[in-house]
């Protein structure tokens, strides 16, 4: 099982996903993709589901129209774990290879 990052290197890993940021009040991260149309935005989406279903690890978001607003948390950990870091990370090259 995934273990929890300490706020250090929480906060080191974000140095690694480029407009990934802490939750507030929650260990959590989240970013916010603005994609051309709503095409887009569920291409992103249903790109990622599929990563989410090879990783084992899922994603709490939110789409409206060409805005999809994502959270990051390892629900078994209690907070972010690495694997919140490798999905931020394929979900960035996602979004530029979308965009
Ligand atoms: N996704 N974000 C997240 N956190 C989890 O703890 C988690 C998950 N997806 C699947 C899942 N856990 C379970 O299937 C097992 O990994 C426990």
């Not at 480029?18 to 887009?40: C, M, S, Y």
């Not at 694997?83 to 965009?99: H, S």
Request: net charge negative; hydrophobic share 45%; charged share 25%.
């Amino acid at each position: 099982m995934a273990e929890r990052l300490t706020a250090e290197a929480r906060k080191q890993a974000l140095g690694a996903v480029p407009g990934w940021t802490e939750v507030q009040g929650r260990d959590a991260i989240g970013k916010t993709f603005v994609f051309k149309d709503f095409n887009e935005a569920f291409g992103f989406m249903t790109r990622a589901a599929l990563v989410a279903e090879k990783m084992d690890h899922h994603p709490e978001w939110r789409n409206v129209y060409k805005t999809v607003e994502v959270v990051l948390s390892t629900h078994d950990a209690g907070g972010v774990t690495a694997l919140d870091i490798e999905f931020a990370k394929a979900m960035n090259a996602i979004a530029r290879l979308t965009a």
